[in-house]
C-alpha cells in the first residue's frame, strides 16, 4: 500500500423517512417507538482528487416508494462545490435503489463496483421479491449498459483506489457491498454504507430486516472496526444521529452536510462507550 493522502469526508443528506424501530431489525424490535431513517451520499475530497460514493434517488422515486425527497444529489454536491458532470470516479457500495438511483447525473464517472455485486443483482436471487425489492431492474440495466461503454471498473474484494483510499467487499445486506475505507486528519474513517445502516446495529450486533447473508453481516461489523481508527471512525449508512454527531462545514449547510474528518461530540463518545459496557 503506498503512502496514503489525507481527505476531508462529507455526508449530505438527501431524503428522509419516518419508520418505527421494529421496521429495521431483524425479529422485530419490542420498543414501539419512532426510528427515522436519513439517506445520504458521501464525498471524499483533497486538492488531488474527488470521489463520490453512491448517487442517490431520483425525485419519481421518493415518490413511488413514499420518501421525502430533500434535494436531488446532485444539487447537494454542488452546495460543495462539487459539479456532477465533472465527476471521474463514483464508487458504488451496492446498487440498491437509494444508492445508484442518478447515475445518470454523473456522464465522465467511473463507476466502481463489486463482481460480486452485479452479479447478485441479476442473478437467481432476483427472483425472489424480499431480495427484488431494494432493486430497481431499470437501473440495474442502466449499469449494465455503462459496462458495455467500459464505464465500470469491477473489483474483486479489497482494492486501494488511491493513496489513502481503499474498498473492502463486506457482503451480508447483498452479496456485493463494499465499505470505503478513508484516510483523515484524524485517523482511518470507515463509510459503512449498508454494511451498518445505524449505529444500533454494529453496537448491539443486530441485523437490518433486509440481510442476503447473516454471517456476513455480522462479520462485517468486525472488519469494519479493524479497519477504523476506533468504534467512532465507522459512519453508518442512514442514521439520522450522524447528522449530530458532526458539525456542518459552514453554518448554512447545517442539516444538509457535515464533515467526517473531524472529531465528533462527546455525544457520540458517550454513546459508544455505554454500547460497550451493555
Known amino acids: 500500500m503506498t503512502q496514503p493522502e489525507t481527505y476531508e469526508v462529507f455526508a449530505l443528506r438527501y431524503a428522509t423517512r419516518e419508520a418505527q424501530r421494529r421496521d429495521h431489525f431483524v425479529g422485530g424490535?419490542?420498543?414501539d417507538?419512532?426510528?427515522p431513517m436519513d439517506y445520504f451520499v458521501w464525498v471524499i475530497r483533497n486538492e488531488n482528487r474527488t470521489f463520490v460514493i453512491d448517487t442517490g434517488f431520483h425525485p419519481e422515486m421518493a415518490i413511488k416508494r413514499k420518501r421525502e425527497y430533500l434535494r436531488r444529489p446532485k444539487d447537494a454536491l454542488a452546495l460543495l462545490g462539487v459539479d456532477a458532470s465533472q465527476?471521474?470516479?463514483v464508487i458504488l457500495t451496492h446498487l440498491h435503489y437509494d444508492h445508484v438511483g442518478t447515475f445518470d447525473d454523473f456522464?465522465?464517472?467511473?463507476?466502481h463496483l463489486q463482481d460480486a455485486e452485479l452479479s447478485?443483482?441479476?442473478?437467481?436471487?432476483?427472483?425472489n421479491s424480499h431480495m427484488n425489492h431494494s432493486y430497481e431492474v431499470e437501473e440495474v440495466v442502466g449499469m449494465v449498459r455503462l459496462v458495455y461503454k467500459d464505464r465500470v471498473t469491477f473489483h474483486n474484494g479489497d482494492k486501494e483506489l488511491a493513496p489513502g483510499i481503499s474498498i473492502h467487499r463486506i457482503g451480508g445486506h447483498t452479496d456485493g457491498l463494499q465499505c470505503v475505507r478513508v484516510m483523515t486528519q484524524r485517523g482511518w474513517v470507515v463509510l459503512a454504507s449498508d454494511a451498518?445502516?445505524?449505529y444500533e446495529h454494529m453496537r448491539s450486533k443486530r441485523y437490518f430486516t433486509l440481510v442476503f447473508n447473516l454471517g456476513d453481516m455480522l462479520n462485517g461489523y468486525r472488519t469494519m472496526h479493524e479497519l477504523a481508527a476506533s468504534p467512532d471512525h465507522v459512519i453508518p449508512g442512514h442514521d439520522p444521529q450522524v447528522m449530530d454527531f458532526y458539525p456542518a462545514p459552514t453554518p448554512e449547510l447545517k442539516g444538509?452536510?457535515?464533515?467526517l474528518d473531524v472529531e465528533p461530540s462527546t455525544k457520540q463518545v458517550e454513546l459508544h462507550t455505554q454500547g460497550a459496557r451493555s
Not at 456522464?107 to 463507476?111: L, S, T, V, Y
Not at 447478485?120 to 427472483?127: K, V
Not at 444538509?256 to 464533515?259: F, G, K, S, T, W
Open 87 to 89: 465527476v471521474k470516479d
Open 107 to 111: 456522464p465522465q464517472a467511473r463507476f
Open 196 to 198: 451498518s445502516h445505524y
Open 120 to 127: 447478485f443483482a441479476t442473478g437467481r436471487h432476483m427472483c
Open 33 to 35: 417507538a419512532p426510528m
Open 256 to 259: 444538509i452536510v457535515v464533515r
Open 29 to 31: 424490535d419490542p420498543h
